[in-house]
């Protein structure tokens, strides 16, 4: 293949901005060192350890491992990457290793890394069943590992405490959060976030209980004469340390003490709310969010724990998508050593979410109201199987044994409001069941313009139910929706409809030729 060159000849191929021309950074002996700033001022000799410590905060150890939970709270699959037989075995073999293992665990001490930047997990491979798997799966503190300029992992020993050991391949799983730094294969945590609300946290809680001390409980004073001996004022002192531990002085008599006391605008909750608030601040570094771990009154039908719980979703599947890759990275690991030639399948967390179907039940009962039928595919597409017609209500005995009707016969002058001579009954009763037929078929043609009447307002009523989030949004849209004045064309219709039906159901006209042709093209106006 031919070189790949710029207009001066330079192979594009090339590196160029590499690691080890960063002027930027600082080498020893071919070793990165991480580039965190909060490691850099804070870290010390502690390193990697300082966050580790953060996890002793209750409320940063609480949404670190709802983080964590999140994730593997989540059903996980492994896909063969194609149906060749060779790749299935492959997704078979590894499926069953996992399960086999507490795979979980494993996921939990990778996820490690969402704090500290990376984590590492060493793999201890044994002959099972004529299979070479890893046996033992060991997390080791991250504290232990450093990282050459061709971003290597070595082992810091005692025999090499400084450039660390090479290590063999397939050994170390090594997990990565996604680094905003360029080029730092320590990646990056949420660590540097969480110092210092944390720090700025266990800080004020100190002055808080300190100021509980200091305004709890009354300072004893206690008062001796100006000749009292260094005895006497050490025997006072007891007594006063005796009443209130550590809240006592003393004063000669007639000397005077006051304490000057800080103007402030606030009031004594003061370190209560900067606790508070560093709380609200370690949500949002760990979740994105604060209203699944903070009680707070955003507003009827707001909507808004609703997209902060999305917003912390959102983080999950992040997570779970780099932690997918590496383990995916893993099972390729597996599948070279014992199946030759297959192609590692993918491992992944599952975050489709299943329909909300009391919501789709609740729009579909709006729209039936509003005259629309749905058909048994849709019930069953979203609704699943088990679902058949409701057989129709059975005909009432008196309308079952009514003879079949006739031809209408124009030429009688029956009245339909005073009823039918008995010898003509049968008459009477064809042409009423001819006035139902014309009503109904009137009635079915005019239903079938309902799209064109009131497809309009059905369309924005649909989108509005499902733009609205909750029910409450919605039914504040729909009495908004209400005092909407209605289409005159559409008012027009119907009340002409209805009032020809009225009419015709109540037989105040007499029969004659075309009477109920004519009632017909009354009701469709």
């Known amino acids: 293949m031919a070189e790949i060159v710029d207009q001066n000849g330079q192979p594009l191929r090339q590196e160029i901005a590499s690691i080890e021309r960063d002027p930027h950074r600082v080498f020893f002996g071919g070793i990165q060192y991480n580039e965190d700033d909060t490691l850099k001022s804070r870290g010390g000799s502690k390193g990697l350890k300082i966050y580790q410590e953060l996890k002793r905060d209750a409320h940063a150890g609480a949404v670190l491992a709802k983080r964590k939970r999140a994730v593997t709270g989540r059903p996980w699959v492994v896909e063969p990457a194609s149906e060749a037989p060779a790749d299935v075995a492959a997704a078979d073999l590894v499926r069953e290793y996992f399960e086999s ?5 494993l996921c939990k001490r990778l996820l490690e890394a969402t704090l500290q930047g990376f984590a590492v997990v060493e793999a201890i491979w044994e002959v099972v069943d004529g299979k070479l798997l890893p046996t033992k799966l060991k997390a080791r503190n991250a504290r232990r590992f450093t990282f050459d300029v061709n971003d290597e992992m070595r082992l810091l020993t005692r025999e090499a405490p400084l450039l660390g050991e090479p290590l063999p391949p397939r050994k170390f799983i090594i997990h990565r959060r996604g680094a905003d730094t360029e080029d730092s294969p320590y990646g990056e945590g949420v660590g540097a976030m969480l110092f210092w609300p944390v720090f700025f946290k266990r800080n004020g809680i100190t002055f808080w209980l300190t100021f509980a001390d200091k305004f709890g409980a009354p300072t004893a004073l206690g008062k001796y004469p100006p000749n009292a001996q260094q005895a006497d004022q050490k025997k006072l002192l007891a007594a006063l340390k005796a009443i209130s531990r550590d809240a006592g002085v003393i004063i000669p008599d007639g000397m005077a003490v006051e304490f000057l006391e800080a103007q402030r605008s606030g009031s004594v909750d003061t370190y209560e709310k900067l606790v508070r608030y560093m ?23 707001s909507g808004q724990a609703n997209v902060q719980d999305d917003v912390r979703m959102e983080v999950a599947k992040d997570d779970a998508d780099e932690l997918d ?63 058949k017609k409701k057989a129709p209500a059975p005909m009432p005995p008196a309308l079952a044994s009514m003879p079949p009707g006739g031809a209408v016969d124009e030429t009688d002058q029956a009245d339909f409001a005073e009823g039918a001579p008995p010898q003509a009954a049968g008459s009477q009763r064809a042409f009423n069941r001819a006035r139902q037929e014309a009503i109904l078929a009137a009635s079915e043609e005019l239903a079938g313009q309902w799209k064109e009447l009131m497809g309009k307002p059905v369309e924005r009523l649909t989108a509005m139910l499902e733009e609205s989030g909750d029910l409450v949004a919605f039914r504040e849209g729909l009495a908004r929706l209400l005092d909407d004045k209605p289409d005159p064309t559409t008012v027009e219709t119907i009340a002409r409809a209805t009032f020809a039906g009225h009419l015709m159901g109540r037989g105040l006209a007499r029969k004659k030729p075309g009477l109920l042709g004519k009632w017909k093209q009354r009701l469709l106006g």
């Open 101 to 105: 293992i507490q795979f979980n665990q």
């Open 325 to 387: 890759e590496t383990l995916t990275e893993f099972a390729r690991w597996i599948v070279e050593l014992n199946i030759a030639g297959a192609k590692p399948p993918r491992v992944r967390r599952v975050f489709d979410e299943p329909e909300d179907t009391v919501k789709l039940a609740t729009r579909d009962k709006l729209l039936t109201e509003m005259g629309f039928e749905p058909d048994e595919a849709y019930i069953q597409q979203t609704y699943g199987n088990g679902w």
């Open 279 to 301: 709380d609200e601040l370690i949500s949002k570094a760990v979740l994105g969010e604060t209203m699944s771990t903070t009680a707070s009154s955003a507003g009827l039908g």
